[in-house]
């Protein structure tokens, strides 16, 4: 299937039309506890750098939910649930987005009752997608049904413990302040965060960009464009299909820049993506922004988001200095299945050291080392072909259109 290959989720704005027809018909409630409760914790599964939190709707489920930063609105991405949760009062609107394809349509309904842990909002706002572009549960390798943002984030004062795979939300009458953590104004901007960012590139260019805190993107950083240009390509760069947006794939390069700041904090030599302008930047027309910073990133720290007071917390953790690294095997694998149990290429990039073997997309992978991908999820997968430089392993695979297993030896190469 087109869309069900991409190591990077995208997932960006989204322009309803008919959005006022949500957000002012005095429906639209925050989260709120059930009784005294002032703070809540509660486990996310990490995969492929995406925070999964389970919840329900209209008293069914629970759900798997991408916890995204970077939506909006809230988004039901399973089109088997928009019978099943029985949603009377909904309308068809088209959606405006990113990507190359064409737009799509959804069904948007003012009130459904959503519960996470012991929080409800009992009249949220959102929008069902008639078809489901994303693929994110082929993409994860577990049942994905969508994705919850700003509703959250501006219900609560929320600390997101990435080391413990926990978030613990409290009610936003009073500050959190971490110990040694370092404040960081943020701008909320169409229900998104904004936090300025001091880059330079890799020709040592400096500049100061305005970036959206994106939970739902996995990579470290996207540089959509700078006084209304793309950003210059780093010298050093490869092609590669970037992710999906709400209207198709998103295509670019993946480079480095040599360093980039939050607060006190800098990081170097950080891995990059450069979208294509017409994807992206060409269809941001409300904002000025130049890209966004991913769980890649933010992952390196104990971040508290703080919508209330303009401001998240930085603290950072053990992995802050780990170095950048990019997928060195030149494989995008998807999983399938009734199990999401075996795995398969759906894309094979140029040059790289999966295509001189001459793996071609929808060649299934059986093994790896000797263990059966059965044993294995996605995650550990992906984090194995991005492991070491000159690391080989030995996989059994089962070309397109035959029976036989063979085997090959794959050599990985740090190509950026």
């Known amino acids: 299937m087109q869309f069900k290959n991409f190591k990077t989720l995208f997932v960006f704005s989204i322009f309803l039309l008919g959005f006022t027809f949500l957000t002012s018909t005095g429906y639209a409630q925050r989260f709120q506890f059930y009784g005294k409760r002032s703070k809540e914790t509660l486990s996310f599964k990490m995969v492929k750098n995406l925070m999964i939190i389970p919840l329900t709707i209209n008293g069914k489920g629970p759900y798997n939910f991408i916890l995204d930063t970077g939506v909006g609105l809230f988004i039901v991405s399973d089109t088997t649930l928009i019978d099943y949760l029985g949603i009377q009062n909904r309308r068809s609107i088209k959606i405006l987005g990113f990507g190359s394809g064409v737009d799509l349509s959804a069904y948007v309904t003012p009130s459904i009752e959503v519960k996470i842990g012991n929080s409800v909002a009992k009249n949220l706002p959102a929008a069902l997608l008639k078809k489901d572009i994303f693929e994110l549960s082929s993409f994860v390798g577990m049942p994905i049904h969508g994705l919850v943002g700003f509703d959250f984030f501006d219900s609560f004062t929320v600390r997101v413990n990435y080391q413990s795979s926990t978030i613990t939300y409290y009610k936003p009458e009073k500050a ?75 295509q670019g390069f993946i480079g480095r820049i040599s360093s980039m700041k939050l ?96 793996l071609e997309t929808d060649d299934e992978i059986l093994s790896i080392n000797f263990k059966p991908v059965t044993e294995m999820s996605i995650e550990e997968i992906d984090k194995l072909f991005r492991s070491k430089n000159e690391r080989s392993f030995i996989l059994s695979v089962v070309p397109k259109g035959t029976k036989e297993v063979s085997r090959v030896i794959l050599t990985l190469e740090r190509r950026i």
């Not at 910073?293 to 992995?319: A, S, W």
């Not at 690294?325 to 398969?344: K, P, Q, V």
């Open 176 to 250: 959190y302040i971490p110990r040694k953590g370092q404040r960081i104004p943020i701008k909320i901007e169409e229900r998104k965060p904004y936090v300025t960012s001091n880059i330079t590139l890799s020709n040592g260019e400096k500049i100061i960009t305005k970036l959206i805190l994106d939970t739902g993107a996995g990579h470290p950083i996207s540089l959509e464009t700078v006084d209304g240009i793309p950003f210059p390509l780093p010298q050093k760069n490869i092609s590669a299909n970037l992710g999906i947006g709400l209207t198709g794939q998103i």
């Open 263 to 358: 607060g006190r904090y800098e990081l170097e030599n950080v891995i990059a993506a450069f979208p294509n302008y017409d994807d992206v930047a060409a269809k941001v027309t409300s904002l000025s922004r130049n890209g966004n910073i991913g769980n890649t990133i933010l992952r390196r720290f104990e971040v508290v988001f703080d919508y209330h007071r303009e401001c998240i917390y930085l603290k950072p953790v053990m992995q802050l200095k780990e170095p950048f690294e990019h997928d060195m095997s030149g494989i995008e694998i998807t999983s399938a299945g009734d199990d999401f149990n075996r795995i398969l290429i759906t894309r094979v990039e140029k040059d790289s050291p999966a295509a001189k073997l001459g």
